[in-house]
């Protein structure tokens, strides 16, 4: 296996329905921009209450990708 260099960035994803979807929100539209994209950690989790309901759930990510030669 060849060594790797990665670039890490922090992304925030959103989602009405869950935690779990707000994550795969973040990580696809990541992907449309960014090649090697690897692997994310999470970092954080809040979300938006109004009337007593969750209205939003957000996961803060951080997400890695492969440098290129």
């Given at each position: 296996?060849?060594?790797?260099v990665?670039k ?50 957000q ?11």
């Open positions: 296996m060849a060594d790797h990665y890490v960035v922090e992304l925030v994803g959103s989602s009405k329905k869950s935690v779990s979807a707000a994550i795969e929100n973040a990580v696809a539209k990541a992907a449309k921009t960014i090649r090697n994209l690897g692997w994310f950690e999470l970092v954080e989790v809040r979300g938006h209450v109004d009337g007593g309901k969750i209205q939003h759930y996961a803060t990510i951080k997400a890695g990708f492969t440098l290129e030669d």
